[in-house]
């Protein structure tokens, strides 16, 4: 597996469920630190 983002913080909107948490799963997969928001 890549780790292409290590060390990189992403910021991901929606993180909380859906396409935004996948994103910020697949993200944190490759080596990011994801920083996410869910507002309801």
Same mark, same amino acid.
């Given at each position: 597996?890549?780790?292409?983002?290590?060390?990189?913080?992403?910021?991901?909107?929606?993180?909380? /469920?859906?396409? #935004?948490?996948?994103? !910020?799963?697949?993200? /944190?997969?490759? #080596?990011?630190?994801? !920083?996410?928001?869910?507002?309801?």
């Amino acid at each position: 597996m890549s780790r292409d983002l290590e060390g990189k913080t992403v910021i991901v909107t929606g993180g909380g /469920s859906g396409i #935004g948490r996948a994103a !910020a799963l697949a993200c /944190s997969v490759a #080596g990011a630190l994801p !920083a996410g928001e869910s507002g309801n």
